[in-house]
């Protein structure tokens, strides 16, 4: 059974700073991973794809790698902004193939001023 | 191209009713996910339709219930409505490419349903 974990639940950073946040899957035998943004009462809007083939992939001013050997996957965001606040959720596919993805519980990042 | 769209927005419904949710997937799109969002409990899957086929499952009780159309919209029901349905359900589509890596899900906006 597929379990998705992300670290820091909480994250406070001033606007301009670089910052890293976690993720960590149990079953490794996966064929992509995906981050998401969800801002307060929205739906989920997706940021980045990660092939099992790719160990990086990049939009605009975030980047997500993924480790398959090691169960992990981080997403870095360059020069943080006010408008990156939100709640970023990583999920796995859960085993026995389909769409059935795994969500971990989110990094709520504010950003401030 | 217009994205996954989901109504109603809100819904209100007392104990013991039932309700039906439905989900406009992407054009194109032929697999349609339903998942819960609680804040006690996250987002968890409800199912998956794949050409109007349920392909997965997740761990609810029967009186959750989904079926998807020849057009892939799908709809959910939820029979006999518990106080701890109280929920935001969200509707994901994606196109299956084969093998699935290339597979990005796409979200609707949600269905805020409130039980009372």
């Known amino acids: 059974k597929q379990e998705v974990t992300q670290i820091p639940a909480a994250l406070s950073v001033p606007e301009g700073e670089n910052l890293v946040l976690n993720c960590s899957f149990t079953?490794?035998?996966?064929?992509?991973l995906q981050w998401f943004r969800q801002d307060p009462g929205k739906g989920l809007t997706s940021l980045l794809l990660?092939?099992?083939?790719?160990r990086e992939q990049t939009s605009g001013r975030l980047n997500a790698s993924l480790d398959k050997s090691s169960g992990r996957s981080t997403l870095y965001i360059a020069a943080s902004q006010p408008g990156d606040s939100a709640t970023y959720l990583c999920a796995a596919p859960s085993t026995g193939g389909g769409n059935k993805l795994t969500f971990g519980t989110g990094t709520q990042l504010k950003v401030e001023l | 191209k217009a994205g996954v769209t989901q109504t109603p927005r809100y819904l209100i419904k007392t104990r013991g009713q039932q309700v039906t949710l439905s989900c406009s997937p992407i054009s194109g799109h032929r697999s349609v996910s339903w998942y819960q969002q609680t804040p006690g409990q996250g987002l968890q899957f409800l199912f998956e339709?794949?050409?109007?086929?349920?392909?997965n499952k997740g761990n609810f009780p029967g009186r959750f219930s989904g079926r998807q159309f020849s057009n892939s919209r799908s709809e959910m029901n939820v029979s006999t409505l518990e106080l701890g349905d109280s929920a935001l359900y969200l509707c994901a589509s994606s196109l299956v490419v084969s093998g699935g890596e290339e597979d990005t899900q796409y979200f609707g906006p949600g269905t805020r349903l409130t039980v009372l």
């Open positions: 079953d490794s035998a996966i064929y992509n």
């Open positions: 339709y794949f050409s109007e086929t349920q392909r």
């Open positions: 990660i092939q099992s083939s790719q």
